[in-house]
């Protein structure tokens, strides 16, 4: 099975950007689909985004869209997240997860995590 280890997090100004890595190790990092994954304080983990083994297909949380990217480099075992115009609402430790099955959206479906990376958007 596949390793997944996230960083790139930090403490962020509201209005800034971050980009996430998720790299990968172990299986083909091109067998699986890819997401992202949140949890704030006090709060359930919640969806953010999944993009197919190939790349072609992407989804996100209405809460993200249009604010933030996902993107897969399948030659360098590499996912990432691209996050503009960030909130305080965003801050959270983020995620990445795999799964073969589909551009699912949901948590159960997902059985490969990464340690997480925090992300605090404050002033």
């Known amino acids: 099975q596949v390793q997944l280890v996230e960083s790139g997090g930090g403490l962020v100004q509201p209005g800034g950007s971050l980009r996430l890595s998720c790299a990968a190790s172990?299986?083909?990092?091109?067998?699986?689909?890819m997401g992202w994954f949140r949890q704030a304080p006090g709060k359930e983990r919640e969806f953010v985004a999944v993009?197919?083994?190939?790349?072609?297909?992407?989804s996100y949380a209405d809460s993200v869209k249009g604010r933030f990217t996902i993107s897969r480099d399948n030659a360098k075992n590499t996912l990432y997240l691209q996050m503009n115009t960030l909130k305080p609402d965003d801050t959270a430790v983020y995620y990445c997860?795999?799964?073969?099955?589909?551009?699912?959206?949901?948590?159960?479906?997902?059985?490969?995590w990464g340690q997480g990376t925090q992300v605090t958007v404050s002033s």
């Open positions: 993009i197919s083994w190939s790349g072609d297909s992407t």
């Open positions: 172990g299986r083909t990092f091109s067998d699986y689909n």
């Open positions: 997860a795999a799964q073969s099955g589909g551009t699912y959206r949901t948590l159960y479906k997902y059985d490969l």
